[in-house]
């Protein structure tokens, strides 16, 4: 066994300086778990919280009939965003990391898409989402909020009527 040498400093001998606390979104504490769902349909990428992780079959012919109604003809397709993306404490898992690591997913599925605009369906996701969307050129992307997500309109379809008022200017979106 190796020892290692010991200071033997004389003088005035600092005592240990306090511990630095950590900054907040990297304290231990609760982590907000959550799983979002990005449909690209034409031109429009749809985002969606999905409280059970799945998008059902159902919620996927819902979106590409808004999208049909907005002019999209193209085919669905679907991926997932969960966070967080690992359990490591010491890496930042707070709130605005989370929201950094969303924007850049969803920057990165808008230029391999060619996607124009963003629907934000039901507060869930739109809580996740943030106010707005910039591209990593600097230029915003159209973002509507609709008022239910997909899970909503299916229970109750009458708030079809809110979420197709919301989502209705984008229509001049699809050949912009």
């Known amino acids: 066994m190796l020892e290692r040498p010991v200071s033997r400093r004389q003088g005035n001998v600092e005592p240990p300086s306090p511990e630095v606390p950590l900054p907040a979104s990297r304290s231990p504490g609760p982590v907000a778990h959550f799983t979002l769902c990005a449909v690209v349909a034409g031109p429009f990428l749809w985002l969606e919280a999905l409280p059970n992780e799945v998008l059902g079959k159902d919620q996927v012919r819902l979106i590409r009939g808004m999208a049909q109604a907005l002019g999209a003809v193209n085919a669905v397709q679907v991926s997932q ?96």
């Open 81 to 176: 965003f969960d966070w967080p993306p690992h359990n490591n404490r010491q890496l930042d898992l707070g709130e605005e990391a989370a929201r950094a690591a969303l924007h850049s997913f969803l920057a990165r599925q808008m230029e391999q898409q060619g996607c124009r605009a963003i629907v934000v369906l039901g507060e869930a996701a739109a809580r996740h989402f943030g106010d707005r969307f910039t591209r990593a050129s600097g230029v915003d992307t159209p973002c509507v909020t609709a008022p239910a997500s997909t899970a909503d309109m299916l229970a109750d379809p009458q708030q079809k009527r809110a979420v197709w008022e919301a989502i209705r200017p984008l229509r001049s979106t699809r050949t912009a």
